[in-house]
DNA sequence: GCCCTGGTAATGTGATCACGAACCGGGCAT
DNA sequence: ATGCCCGGTTCGTGATCACATTACCAGGGC
């Protein structure tokens, strides 16, 4: 019973969570239970909570007056930190992936950018959201940086459920222009251009949501 | 029975290995049971393994063949990243630090960087990553950036054992001087001075480590 | 009508137990 | 002598139970 089907019940839990939240299913604010979670996958408290305790590690949880956690509403001030964080790791992470980028890399990117204009279009933002974090995470795996990617992808597990709920704002302007511009810049093998595309995209991100909630 | 001191028992053991943890006093490759750690703080095995969970997640610890949790040996690429990260990330801070940044403040990084050399000249391993920590941490707090604190301090916890481990062959080569130099950054006023002294601590400090493990 | 107070339900915390897997040792067969 | 098997020990995993704390709601007093 220990090992069902592949991997601890624990870390199952905590896979399918992360990644609901990181793709913005879990709407910011949602307060989550131990009980609740163990109901869900049928299990126990205490695989629950082990997954709740190593999500709230990562920031992608934050504890609650009585100990519940909750799914983070950000602050302006924060997402602009965030924001800062993207800007600075993700140009670099691009950066090591340059020189690694064959032509299958390539392909694949325009590939996954048409899935992010053809979900743009219909207006699909968990689509969007999840297309988008697909294409950047592609693209940085050729870094051979782990180190640097997990540090992004808790970013983008702190952004997630944000930008998914703003996704109305940012939607139509020019979401996936940025994306043609590094695979044009991957195709010439330009850093500068690529770097400073990746730039522009993170940050344009986040300008849609940066300031709407300066308030909290 | 259930909050002993202030918080949670799980929350306490957290604090307390990760303190541990990131000032080298837990060497690396050493493993750490569930069962011992639940033993040497008097609780039960719940805690224990919360604690373990959380410091997991952060890469405090990193999971063995048979589910066990050790000190991570790092591998000279990772720290590679790992001060990749540092050299873009800290400036940052300390820019944001800057503006704030009032005589108070100033004369208290003087006096962390005096114990940093004291702790120098006495071939204090623990004392001088304590130190060198205190005094960064201490200037970045300023920056009123909890975000981007936050990864930093987890990257540090992540070179905490190798640096405390390898600090032997960094010992003496002017590790204040970059110290200095930034607090002579901040009396100017001078940011970007301040940056770049920043960055060139860093990287010094990591350039003792890159390199010596690479076939690992 | 409003606020305070008491009780009940819900939830987190932690201990204990049972189970299974991995490691380590000695003993036996070839 | 060496390789293999088999037993015990150690340890992580997960379930269940007991308890403390908190939130929520209803009822009564001012």
Redesign the interface.
């Known amino acids: 019973m220990t090992v069902p089907a592949n991997r ?1 019940a ?1 870390d199952r839990i905590f896979r399918i969570l992360r990644s609901e939240i990181m793709q913005g299913e879990i709407a910011p604010g949602c307060a989550l239970t131990i009980r609740g979670i163990a109901e869900r996958f049928g299990v126990s408290m ?1 695989p629950a ?2 997954a709740v ?7 992608a949880l934050t504890p609650n007056k009585a ?1 519940r956690v909750t799914v983070p509403q950000l602050s302006g ?2 997402i602009e ?2 924001a ?2 993207r800007a ?2 993700e140009p ?1 992470l691009a950066g090591r992936a340059r020189p690694r980028a064959h032509m299958a890399l390539i392909k694949r990117l325009a590939q996954i950018n048409a899935t992010c204009e053809q979900a743009n279009v219909q207006n699909d933002a968990a689509g969007y959201v999840r297309a988008n974090l697909e294409f950047h995470h592609t693209l940085y795996l050729r870094a ?5 990617l ?2 992004v992808e ?2 983008w597990l ?1 952004l997630g459920p944000t930008m998914c709920a703003s996704y109305a704002r940012l939607q139509g302007a020019g979401a996936t222009a940025h994306h043609r511009k590094a695979i044009a810049a991957l195709k010439t093998g330009d850093e500068a251009v690529l770097k400073e595309a990746i730039r522009a995209d993170v940050t344009r991100d986040l300008h849609g949501l940066d300031g709407h909630r300066a308030g909290f």
């Open positions: 601890a624990h205490t909570r082990e305790r190593r999500l709230g590690a990562e920031g100990g001030r924060r930190e965030l800062a964080i600075l790791l670099e051979q940086a782990p180190a640097i997990a540090l808790t970013v702190q």
